[in-house]
């Protein structure tokens, strides 16, 4: 957990999805510059000549079965752009899901689609690296007050959030899984240059929104320390050692966080089955 310009990026989809909370985890992870990202390989291309071929006829394996398949017909888009392309398209829906453009002022316009798909990848991993980050640095610092056992996070940090927080739990969450639909070609392809060729993106979103609502409800703040290079972190080793995207839920207010997890649950309805 980090202090300062750490930001927070949150998961819920791609373009809209992840769009629409993609500043609700800023806090934890590392700023990024307005560079171009770094596609983040899950299974790295190996550099060793290519293997002799042997007498036995290897069986390439079948793909694992969708498990949440899209009806995506009825959000159809002939005229969707190339992936190379999307951003004025991708930028101009998700201003159409919110009233005015005050949460959309934190993330990056550029290559959105990529750096979305890429944050959602992560956000069950202990960390995220920076390039696969879709916004701005979040001003302000983590507000802490004295606790038992230590400093723990204060009930005045809820309201660094609340704007953020409010913005994504009033999105409708039929227009959202309509937009989502209409991009999901574009959002495919780039979960597929990320190293996933077989995989099928809406089953991984699915994945990690269930991943965020186990998510564990504290009975009261949890306790943080800074460590050698100041950054918080939970006392508790069972905290700490959870994924990025529970730890920036755990930091929540409780209202808050139950306020998103219930949003994450209509959006999941929306696009699974």
Do not use: C
């Not at 089953?203 to 998510?215: C, K």
């Amino acid at each position: 957990m980090q202090s300062g310009k750490a930001i927070w990026p949150w998961v819920l989809g791609v373009v809209v999805i992840g769009g629409a909370g993609g500043w609700l985890f800023r806090d934890q992870l590392k700023s990024l510059a307005d560079g171009v990202p770094v596609p983040v390989q899950s299974r790295p291309a190996s550099t060793s000549a290519p293997s002799q071929p042997t007498a036995a006829t290897e069986t390439t394996p079948a793909p694992p079965p969708i498990r949440h398949p899209l009806d995506t017909e009825a959000a159809a888009d002939p005229a969707l752009p190339k992936l190379a392309d999307s951003d004025a398209a991708a930028w101009g829906a998700l201003s159409q899901l919110f009233q005015g453009e005050g949460p959309l002022t934190l993330l990056l316009r550029d290559h959105l689609i990529q750096r979305l798909v890429t944050q959602i990848d992560n956000l069950d991993k202990p960390s995220v690296p920076p390039t696969a980050l879709a916004a701005r640095p979040l001003p302000g610092n983590l507000q802490v007050e004295p606790g038992v056992g230590g400093e723990s996070i204060a009930a005045s940090n809820a309201a660094r959030y609340a704007p953020y927080v409010q913005a994504f739990t009033a999105l409708d969450p039929a227009a959202t899984a309509t937009a989502y639909k209409r991009f999901y070609p574009l959002i495919q392809q780039a979960y597929v240059e990320l190293g996933r060729p077989e995989g099928y993106f809406n089953d991984r979103l699915v994945a990690v929104i269930d991943h965020l609502l186990d998510t564990p409800e504290l009975a009261q703040a949890p306790t943080v320390q800074r460590d050698e290079r100041g950054r918080y972190r939970f006392v508790d080793g069972a905290l700490q050692s959870r994924s990025i995207g529970q730890k920036a839920l755990l930091r929540m207010d409780p209202a808050q966080a139950r306020a998103v997890k219930q949003q994450l649950r209509a959006i999941r309805s929306a696009i699974s089955h």
